[in-house]
């Protein structure tokens, strides 16, 4: 074998200069034959002859021997280490030039072969692009698109495996196919042929790279590429065909237009079906579809329209059936459920809907279930959706005297900063009222978490939440007491803090609570502002030219309510407020000429 591959170099060699068609056709096939047998060893000895370079010359259109030439350039190819001689050989011009050939097996061969050349070959690429080759090739995939006879197909899967094998993992080049218009021809074929399971295999994969792309998603949503996936879905029983299609809907369902279609298009009803198979499932197949299942689901309805289409005013099917998910026993159905919930509650009707519904009992009996040693996910996902649902005002009042900070509180000693943050967000969107307020205020348990969560320096969410919830608790509450326990929790230079906040809201709730405690219990936290050093920040607040008027404004009314305090009064004056004050008396903003005024009268009459 050995010595024949040898002869057959050598003969080759000659033949190839002198173009007999015969010899040149027998040579071929005993090289196809050798690979056959032995590619990698064959491919060796083809590199080490040097008969690459003279294939160039035989990649003709006119000779009878050149989609033989192709394939074995093609079966070399598989090899990684023949890739860059090939192109470093001249390959790859030729080849192109080929693809405009009209004899379907040089089209297959040639295709086989640029196709194997790009695989994870930043060279092969380089060297297809300069050449013009994936132009070609997407106007054959349009003109032979509707042609079903089986050449035609095999043709059309190799040159959609040459795409993907050219643009795999590389953005610039996928985003050259999606501009030479690839997308819509993919789906059309995918239509087309989707009894062909090679070719419908090619288009998925091909898919899955581009949907990755955002350029692509506009795209996509202009095809009807829901319609076709969710109906190649329903036809699937294997396990692997349908994950491949998953791999697809999952990057195509951010797109809110595409996750509209999918929901027309009838996809929840599959997701929904597939559930209901699996739930009760050990193996491991049917516990992973179940996981893609549900969470498709969930991502379906973070579009707007799609999520309210699938509401349908709380009576509709799909939302029912996302209700008996939660008491459900499987961790991946609850915690799918309770996303579902929170993404259901993004509009103040949905909302009061399933308050009035008894959706908050729901989530509860579900928290109760995870207390102790709990799922951290399904936690976090059940706070989010009890913080959702006290958006709207009327559901505050309902959900306290459901029970809910009661029901929240459980998860203080949690350190896990998700479930701390949602934790923190859901009591603050719950507090609006005195009461509420006051009786969390007095809670000290809560408020030593609180100034605790205030130094999470890791957590910038659980920090940022836990100040504002102070800040929250003493705004609603207005209470002596609840700011007596926060002075003794050692929570007001953490107010205090607040104050410098890049964020103004944040700026403003802290400076709002801080003029509250001065009013109320100034002797109590006087020693805390000093060494949180208030007064300086208040200056500096006030002489920086970017504070936000409200700012200003509510830095002036804190100063004028620090003067019933001796020392921290000495400090405004130490630090001659008045030339700032008075400056601030022209500002643009009446409201904050006003109180400059007034704030300019009272360092005047106290000095």
């Not at 509180?409 to 719950?430: D, I």
């Amino acid at each position: 074998m050995a010595d024949n591959l040898s002869d057959t170099l050598k003969k080759l060699k000659i033949t190839a200069v002198d173009r007999t068609e015969d010899s040149l056709e027998g040579c071929l096939d005993c090289l196809l034959q050798a690979l056959a047998q032995n590619n990698m060893e064959t491919s060796e000895k083809i590199q080490g002859s040097g008969i690459l370079q003279l294939f160039a010359s035989l990649l003709i259109p006119q000779s009878s021997c050149t989609a033989k030439v192709a394939n074995v350039i093609a079966e070399v190819a598989k090899n990684e280490f023949m890739r860059i001689p090939c192109v470093d050989a001249g390959l790859i011009s030729p080849l192109v030039q080929l693809l405009n050939s009209k004899d379907q097996e040089v089209l297959l061969q040639t295709g086989r072969a640029l196709g194997n050349i790009c695989y994870d070959s930043h060279e092969g690429r380089s060297a297809v692009d300069q050449a013009g080759g994936a132009q070609i090739v997407i106007d054959h995939l349009r003109s032979l698109c509707s042609i079903t006879d089986p050449a035609n197909e095999k043709l059309l899967t190799v040159f959609c495996g040459m795409l993907m094998n050219y643009s795999n993992e590389n953005d610039s080049l996928q985003a050259q196919l999606i501009n030479m218009g690839v997308i819509p021809t993919l789906v059309k074929l995918l239509g087309i042929h989707c009894q062909n399971a090679a070719l419908t295999e090619m288009c998925l994969v091909a898919f899955g790279n581009l949907a990755e792309l955002e350029s692509s998603k506009e795209q996509f949503a202009s095809t009807n590429i829901a319609e076709e996936l969710v109906k190649l879905f329903k036809k699937q029983i294997e396990h692997d065909k349908r994950e491949m299609i998953f791999e697809v809907l999952a990057p195509l369902a951010e797109n809110d237009a595409i996750k509209l279609q999918l929901v027309e298009a009838g996809l929840v009803e599959c997701l929904l079906e597939i559930v209901q198979q699996k739930v009760d499932s050990d193996k491991e197949d049917d516990i992973a579809e179940l996981k893609t299942a549900s969470d498709l689901m969930v991502l379906l309805l973070l579009g707007d329209e799609s999520m309210q289409k699938l509401f349908e005013g709380g009576k509709g099917n799909v939302f029912q059936r996302v209700l008996s998910w939660i008491p459900s026993n499987n961790h991946q159905l609850q915690l799918a459920g309770a996303l579902a919930i929170a993404n259901f509650a993004r509009n103040d009707g949905n909302c009061i809907h399933m308050v009035d519904n008894g959706i908050v009992e729901k989530l509860m009996d579900l928290l109760d279930r995870h207390v102790e040693d709990g799922n951290v996910t399904v936690q976090h996902a059940a706070l989010s959706a009890l913080r959702n649902l006290a958006i709207p005002v009327v559901n505050k009042a309902k959900m306290l005297s459901a029970g809910v900070t009661e029901a929240v509180l459980k998860f203080l000693k949690s350190e896990m900063p998700p479930v701390q943050f949602k934790l923190l967000g859901t009591l603050r969107m719950l507090i609006d009222a005195q009461e509420a307020a006051e009786q969390l205020g007095k809670n000290v348990k809560l408020v030593e978490r609180l100034v605790e969560w205030c130094e999470a320096k890791d957590h910038a969410g659980v920090m940022g939440e836990s100040n504002r919830l102070l800040s929250a608790l003493i705004r609603h509450s207005k209470s002596k007491d609840v700011i007596k326990t926060i002075v003794q929790s050692g929570g007001i230079k953490h107010l205090v803090t607040m104050a410098t906040s890049e964020h103004v809201i944040m700026q403003n709730e802290a400076l709002v609570a801080l003029a509250l405690i001065a009013a109320l219990e100034l002797g109590t936290a006087e020693k805390d502002l000093e060494n949180a050093k208030l007064v300086q920040i208040l200056h500096r607040l006030l002489a920086e030219e970017r504070s936000a008027p409200e700012i200003k404004y509510n830095s002036m009314v804190l100063i004028c309510a620090l003067m019933g305090s001796e020392s921290l009064y000495k400090e405004v004056q130490d630090l001659a407020f008045l030339d700032v004050v008075s400056k601030l008396r022209s500002h643009e903003n009446k409201s904050v000429a006003q109180q400059a005024s007034l704030t300019e009268q009272r360092l005047t009459v106290d000095s």
